[in-house]
């Protein structure tokens, strides 16, 4: 998606360029800078906000450990807003991402049968 955006936009190809591009264009909201994130699956995540751009790597999953891949996206994008909205660290929205989107991609479907929470980085499983 990021990808096509940039051609349609005449962007250039390089996300990491991409992504400082997208953060630096017009909004609306002038309270809050832009923050602009590139998820791209097993390879890094690419985070470009107030003129910098950062990637973090994705942690190796082990192929037999992977069930389902629907609604990792999603799942990466509430784990991240929920330490955002909080005011914790990019690095930290980040790793809720990767968390949240690492456990729901080893469920079979989007329904969980557990419980799970999240502590900074640390995944405990709870019984429904």
Not at 24 to 52: D, H, L, Y
């Amino acid at each position: 998606e990021a990808a096509t955006f940039a051609k349609k936009h005449d962007l250039g190809e390089d996300l990491k360029e991409v992504a400082l591009k997208v953060a630096n264009m017009p909004k609306e909201n002038s309270k809050r800078e832009r923050v602009v994130v590139f998820t791209q699956g097993s390879k890094s995540t690419i985070v470009a906000t107030k003129g910098v751009v950062t990637e973090y790597a994705v942690e190796e999953l082990s192929k037999d450990l992977l069930v389902d891949t629907n609604g990792a996206g999603d799942a990466f994008v509430g784990g991240f807003l929920s330490q955002l909205v909080q005011d914790k660290p990019m690095e930290e929205c980040v790793n809720a991402g990767h968390w949240a989107a690492r456990y729901i991609i080893q469920q079979s479907g989007t329904q969980l049968d557990d419980k799970s929470t999240y502590a900074g980085g640390s995944a405990t499983v709870c019984e429904a």
